[in-house]
């Protein structure tokens, strides 16, 4: 009797602990509960939301308007997840030898960005999207370009993670692209494919402007 008593408390234990267990679930990744970056001219707390109950709008973009795009945007250039880009988050972008690209036209930036982000759209990348060469100019420029003549220099640009809506959206894979037309080195250069739809999914906070 004793022994089936002591069973029963070791069981009422064990599913307090699993019931507990969410509560503590709720890190970034394992061992980290949150991480700060600087968004403008402001510090932002990154962290997911607390509510294990909660939930996001689900997306149903139409096609072949807006089709998921590739695993690849483009040969050589690395795609990442999310636990990559905190990390590069964490380093490179909080110690100023990385950018996170919100790669959005700017309607769509102030809906809702990732904190870190800087918006350079893909409009501004390419001819093919409707950029001139101001546009180009400028953007390459942000990017840590050096123009020399009729070429750009990239060697001092840091690493870049550049991001849209989420794998349905084509308008980092076409930033991207334009990027590696101008000469941008392409180990320089990754690609977040889940976007803020993956971010969001995770609960974690974006900042609208």
């Not at 392409?186 to 494919?193: E, L, Q, S």
Request: with cysteine; aromatic share 8%.
């Amino acid at each position: 009797m004793k022994i089936a008593v002591a069973i029963f408390y070791v069981s009422v234990l064990l599913s307090l602990e699993v019931i507990a267990e969410p509560l503590s679930s709720l890190n970034i990744t394992k061992g980290l509960r949150n991480f700060e970056v600087e968004h403008v001219d402001d510090t932002v707390k990154i962290e997911r939301n607390q509510n294990p109950d909660a939930t996001i709008t689900l997306t149903a973009p139409a096609c072949p308007e807006t089709c998921v795009q590739p695993i690849e945007a483009a040969p050589g250039v690395k795609t990442i997840g999310l636990y990559e880009l905190v990390e590069f988050m964490q380093n490179d972008l909080a110690v100023g030898a990385g950018l996170l690209i919100d790669a959005r036209t700017p309607n769509w930036h102030q809906q809702g960005t990732i904190p870190g982000s800087i918006n350079i759209p893909y409009t501004t990348l390419s001819t093919y999207s409707g950029a001139n060469e101001i546009d180009i100019a400028d953007a390459l420029e942000q990017l840590g370009g050096k123009e020399l003549g009729e070429s750009w220099d990239f060697s001092n640009s840091p690493s870049l993670v550049l991001w849209c809506n989420g794998s349905w959206c084509g308008q980092s894979p076409a930033a991207i692209r334009g990027l590696l037309r101008l000469g941008f080195p392409v180990n320089k250069i990754h690609y977040f494919r889940g976007g803020l739809e993956a971010w969001k999914r995770y609960g974690l906070n974006v900042i609208v402007l």
